[in-house]
């Protein structure tokens, strides 16, 4: 055949196929789109459904106590006036007991508890402080006479470490985590420990051992998980520091959910030795993390639980945020994922629109922003969480043997299985789906690292949805499991993440964003945080507070 036959069979098959690509295209989309009405209507009718159930389990929580009202105070304030000898550590930690008492038997956050124990550890810091202390003694100790809080996953010497499974339930801790033990290092007390889910993979925090941990701004819907113990008892106003830990979300989704604050710090500077069996030597994309009514407490508590490696986040860092670059992403197009409901639209525009205000000029206004990778970020999570060393399964049975789902799905049939569903869900996901490719997972997860490094550079923030839609009704999720992802893909880029706190739906739920920077630059999502949380509502109390 000659040359000229060649190209023109070429040339007309490319006319030919050129319609034919242009056709389906247009039928992929429609056929998405679609899909996400369908979804909209889904999740309508799943939240009609449940809230027929869980509606009438909303609870008001207690009214906060006079007594009870420098709990309103932040961690580092609370600090400063036991150093200079204005507020007693016992009396802190006393009132933090009382408001404990009071609000857990509706939310049902705690699992075990230290009290006479910390009352004495403070009666002993301000023996300490009355008979005088130098102040390198404060310096290395800035959160001296301070009550904590841990989730029940990070070990705290002497109190319960079931990480929420049957055969645990009568483990106790025989040692710190490193993050307990680098706070207590600091001064702080710790006084309860907190309720997970099954091993801390799930998006709710329930488990066959404590039960269900409640959100106190409406008790018939979920905190979120693993750290939702924390994140409830920390809403509620009964302690001032809570350690959480945040592998897809588990600090973020709390805080969201709960309406606080957070910080998932740039992977690998936080070590999560003691943490769920962790002997803090893998890699991981797993972060010690904290939840907290106060955006300023966020940097120097995660100083503290970086240790040597604090550095390298960059907290100190001075931040101008009228001098920052911003993007934004309105909402993911992950098939597995369901649509943002348009409260969480409306809260974007509204963090949108005020940056664009206080604009310098329009170059630093915000910009719309997309990369593929966004549409496939619970597949991207899961191939990574493969690449972690703990085996879900093996851990289920206190590394005794491994539950497989063939077995325990029957079981759960018959009333017989030692696990909630969500955990057998999450076995039937490790060991019967197919597992995600990895070489495509690998460059997908490379190039859109590169590409948000690049864009980001180490003066520009992303503004992210945190979730679908406000806090979910209790076992709602187990219809919609993958919704986490919108914080999960973070863990995957090992990228720091601010949850913001932003005011409350009509019905009292709160509403947020999340602010993402390039990895070391911690401090820009903090200072964007704390700008966006002050000016659009922040944290709400889920109770009455006297004037």
Known sequence: MSKTNTDQKENFEHHNNKPSKIFYGIVCTMLKRAFFIFRIYLDMFIDFVFGLIFEGERKKLPELDKRHSILLESAVSLAEKIRTKQLKSEELVRTCIERIQAVNPLINAVTDERFEAALKDAKEVDSMIEKGLPDEYFKDKPFLGVPFTAKESHAVSGLTHTLGILSRRHMRAADDAECVRLMRAAGGIPIVVTNVPEINKWMETRNMVFGQTRNPHHTGRSTGGSSGGEAA??????????????????????????????????AGHTSIKGSTLRSGLEPTMASIGFVSRHCSDLAPLTKIVAGDKAAGLNLDRAVDVKKLRYFYVETARDLRVSPICKDLRDTMTKAVTLLTEQAPSSDLAPKPFYHNGFNYMFALWRYWMTRETEVFGKMLTNNSGEAKFIVELPKKLLGMSDFTLAAILKLADDQILPPVNKEWA??????????????????????????????????????RPFNFAYWG???????????????????????????????????LCLAVAEHLGKSLGGVQAPCNIPQ
Do not use: W
């Not at 949850?499 to 401090?523: E, F, K, R």
């Open 233 to 266: 008892l920390h809403a509620s106003i009964a302690v001032p520091i809570s350690i959480c830990s945040d592998i897809g979300g588990s600090t973020r989704m709390p805080a969201f959910y709960c309406g606080l604050y957070a910080l998932n710090p740039t």
């Open 442 to 479: 690998e460059q997908t997860t490379k190039e859109l690292r590169e590409e948000l490094i690049n864009l980001l550079g180490d003066d520009g923030v992303l503004l992210f949805p945190s979730a679908p839609a406000p806090a979910p009704y209790h076992y709602s999720p187990l219809l």
């Open 489 to 523: 893909i973070f863990n995957v880029l090992k990228f720091p993440a601010a949850q913001v706190p932003i005011g409350l739906t009509s019905d009292g739920l709160p509403l947020g964003i999340q602010v993402v920077a390039a990895p070391h630059c911690d401090a």
